[in-house]
């Protein structure tokens, strides 16, 4: 039977994850066709911390400086507030997402881009936006049904739900990002670990004007610690921002062993008015909808021409902020292998190291996400309030911390440790930037035979850049001319980068002699780029005459370490390490 339509590669999906996949394969030229549920894009703020990481993605794809046009910046993020509500008493602060000063300085070093808050509601739209301008097809309120695939593509069924009818499309790659409960994982039948439903959450979307609550502490997060905040939820209640200082979310928990409570208007009225604290102040409920706290990740991303990406393949609660981020830079990594793999220069085998690069990126955050959850519970300790008890039992433990007692001083010592401890949950540089894909899990990176840096510092809250491969390219200012530009703005762009200096001649001749198309970079006085401040000089990690190799994602994928001892040298390096980069050794 002939297929409806045909195309190279078909995504489920349109959240984080698949819009950002069909905006990488538009920008690369690749074919490609997105399905989507519903008849709009997400309705609700969902997903918002975009950190570093993902703003170098979008930076590459072309869309950063609309996100940031559109995102609340990150000088408003940061006063992560711990109170009781938000017109009650307050116990403590954490600077967070990068507005402590030292951090604020680690990630000005670490990235040319900056932490932002995006909610998902306004992400999409940017990134569905620019991957149909450069040639997505995408299709509202169609729903994928099941596939089979065979040795050249696979074939989808899919319902037209305005029609009411089925359809086929058939594509050399499907990519599953439909999300948490994804059926394209489960019919490819990917093996998962982990639990789902560990707890009930519920998300209340509210207008009301909080200026006087929240402008002279601006945080994106608010926690309160109340009666019934340890039941269930995300470690306490929460009220975040969506918009300053009007649109808000408040997260609040429930029993998972008894049900989501009915979710009335006045049910959500009265979860609202508990957390801000003020009955009088004008609330207008928008919506609500419950959830459940997964630790779930596939073990394995793909099965056979199936790839899944996001959500579909890590499912953890939002703490971190790493839903949204994590489901982006799955799908930076898959595109680019699937344009080589498609238009004929990779073999398929490049494919597998999606799952060897991405897999355990996504069981660690799964595990960090949830562990933070679990760092909440010291703040209740210091007041005594994770045991049973009457409202006002917790309220005089609150209060005690004013007294001028020991036993006072102790809890305000152990408080103001307890929620110093959040870092790892609101300022955890080291979490959004070191990922690496080292060469010992990954064919798509070439040991250079050094040993593993490892991280001289806590690798949860401290980034450490280094250029062995396997490691994202080390941000440097450099110039051209009178323009001051990134060294992530030379590489990027689908294409693979060789990255030299003075006396790397024969390496930019060999980059021209593979098959593959390889741009060049030559940094040093009187070249291409000049590093005046010195910065590249430090961070190469490599003499001048040494080589990297970037990949289209930003990725070094081989080093050398010096100037080639000749130009059959630098081309016989070369060539060995594109083919074993391309999956053709
Ligand atoms: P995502 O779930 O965003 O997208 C899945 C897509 O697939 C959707 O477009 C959906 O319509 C589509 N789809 C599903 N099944 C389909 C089918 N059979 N056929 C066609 N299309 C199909 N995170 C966070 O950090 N902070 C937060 O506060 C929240 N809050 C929150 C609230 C709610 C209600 C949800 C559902 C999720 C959150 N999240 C969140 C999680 C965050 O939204 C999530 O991590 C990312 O959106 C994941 O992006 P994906 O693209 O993988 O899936």
Redesign the pocket.
């Known amino acids: 039977v002939e297929p409806d339509a045909v195309t190279d590669v078909l995504i ?8 950002s996949a069909a905006l990488a394969l538009s920008t690369y030229g690749v074919p490609n066709i997105v ?4 008849a709009s ?2 309705d ?6 975009t950190n570093q990481r993902t703003m170098e993605v979008l930076r590459d794809l072309g869309v950063e400086e609309e996100v940031v046009a559109k995102a609340t910046p990150q000088r408003l993020m940061g006063d992560t507030t711990f109170c009781t509500s938000l017109a009650g008493e307050e116990l403590g602060r954490v600077r967070s997402w990068g507005n402590d000063p030292l951090v604020q300085a680690a990630h000005e070093l670490a990235s040319p881009t900056r932490m932002c808050d995006m909610p ?1 509601h306004l992400m999409e739209p940017v990134l569905v936006d620019a991957a149909v301008a450069r040639g997505t097809n995408l299709r509202f309120s ?4 099941s596939f089979v695939q065979d040795a050249d593509g696979v074939t989808v069924t ?1 319902e037209d739900r305005l029609r009411g009818d089925e359809y086929t499309i058939r594509a050399k790659y499907l990519i599953g ?7 394209v994982a489960e019919d490819a039948g990917l093996p998962m670990g982990g639990q789902m439903g560990v707890a009930g959450s519920i ?1 209340i979307v509210f207008d009301a004007d909080l200026t006087k609550y929240t402008a002279h502490r601006p945080s994106t997060l608010y926690w309160v610690l109340a009666p019934g905040a340890t039941v269930g939820g995300i470690g306490a209640g929460l009220v ?1 921002c969506v918009r300053p200082w009007n649109e808000w ?1 408040v ?1 609040w928990g429930y029993d998972v062993t008894a049900g989501a409570p009915d979710l009335t208007t006045e049910y959500a009225e009265s979860v609202v008015r508990q957390l801000v604290g003020d009955d009088e102040i004008p609330v207008t409920i928008k919506s609500s ?1 419950a ?1 459940t706290v997964n630790e779930m990740y596939a073990e394995t991303y793909s099965a056979g021409r199936v790839f899944c ?4 393949t890590h499912r953890h609660p ?1 703490s971190n ?4 981020n994590t ?1 982006i830079q799955d799908a930076y990594n898959l595109a680019w292998k699937l344009k080589l793999v498609l238009d004929g220069t990779a073999s398929p085998k490049l494919l597998d190291t999606y799952t060897a690069e991405r897999a355990p990126i996504g069981k660690q955050i799964v595990t960090r996400a949830n562990k933070s959850i679990g760092e909440t519970a010291p703040i209740f300790e210091a007041l005594d309030g994770l045991s049973p008890q009457t409202p006002e039992q917790l309220w005089a433990n609150i209060a005690a911390r004013k007294d001028d007692t020991e036993a006072a001083r102790k809890q305000r010592a152990q408080l103001r440790e307890a929620i110093a401890f959040k870092v790892y949950e609101f300022n955890a540089h080291g979490v959004d930037l070191n990922q690496r894909y080292p060469a010992e899990g990954s064919a798509a990176v070439v040991p250079d035979g050094t040993d593993d840096p490892g991280f001289d510092r806590d690798p949860e809250l401290y980034h450490q850049p280094t250029t062995r491969p396997g490691a994202k390219l080390p941000h440097a200012w450099i110039t051209a001319g009178t323009r001051t530009l990134s060294t992530l703005d030379t590489v990027g762009r689908g294409r693979f980068t060789l990255v030299t200096g003075i006396g790397g001649a024969n390496w930019v001749s060999a980059a021209g002699a593979q098959d593959l198309e390889i741009a060049t970079v030559v940094i040093g006085p009187g070249q291409q780029y000049e590093d005046p401040y010195g910065d590249w000089a430090r961070l190469s990690e490599v003499a001048d005459g040494g080589a990297l190799l970037v990949r289209p994602d930003g990725y070094v994928a081989f080093r050398h370490a010096t100037a080639a001892a000749s130009g059959e040298d630098a081309e016989r390096l070369l060539t060995e390490a594109v083919r074993r980069i391309l999956g053709h050794d």
Do not use: C, E, F
Request: charge should be positive.
């Open positions: 489920v999906g349109s959240g984080p994850a698949g819009a399905v989507t549920r519903y894009l997400a609700t703020p969902r997903a918002h911390i998902q169609t729903v994928y049904k899919v990002a439909d999300g948490g409960r994804s059926q998300n975040r979310m997260v909808s959830w990406a996001g959500d579909a939002p902020g790493l839903g949204s489901s």
